[in-house]
């Protein structure tokens, strides 16, 4: 993976998924203070995050360029992550920063599901598909 600027981010594709979890099963993923207190708040905890990150049945179920709007403001490329054959239905927000030159998972959030925002794609896959206009929080 190659750093897209010199801060850190990657550019991510679908096709870095098997990286993402090789990284996931070697490093300990770096947790925003964010994602600390939602994870505590929703009761996800830190195994959760890394058996999704790690499995070989999660998927990438967007990835989101960075984001310049007040409010709303990240500067790094975000890639939600779920698994549908995990016991929780659960969505990984993160990001793949550089980290003395060494590529980490840095986690924004960890979500559960929320059937407002999201539906079966409705396909022979499991996948989940936002539903138009609706977004996370």
């Known amino acids: ?25 070697n490093r300990e993923p770096t947790l925003s203070y964010h994602a600390t207190f939602q994870m505590i708040d929703r009761g996800i905890s830190l ?28 500067k790094d490329e975000r890639i939600l992550i779920f698994d549908p054959q995990y016991n929780m239905p659960l969505i990984v ?15 924004v959030t960890a979500e559960l599901v929320d059937n407002n925002i999201w539906t079966n794609s409705g396909l022979d896959d499991p996948a989940l598909v936002r539903i138009s206009g609706k977004e996370a929080h």
Do not use: W
């Not at 927000?93 to 986690?107: A, E, N, R």
């Open 47 to 74: 195994k959760n995050v890394q058996d999704v990150l790690k499995s070989s049945t999660n998927q990438v179920l967007e990835i989101q360029p960075p984001c310049p709007i007040p409010g709303r403001c990240h």
């Open 93 to 107: 927000v993160c990001s793949i920063i550089f980290k003395d030159s060494i590529p980490t998972i840095h986690l």
């Open 1 to 25: 993976m190659e750093p897209s600027s010199p801060y850190a981010p990657v550019k991510f594709t679908k096709v870095y998924l098997p990286q993402i979890r090789l990284l996931a099963k």
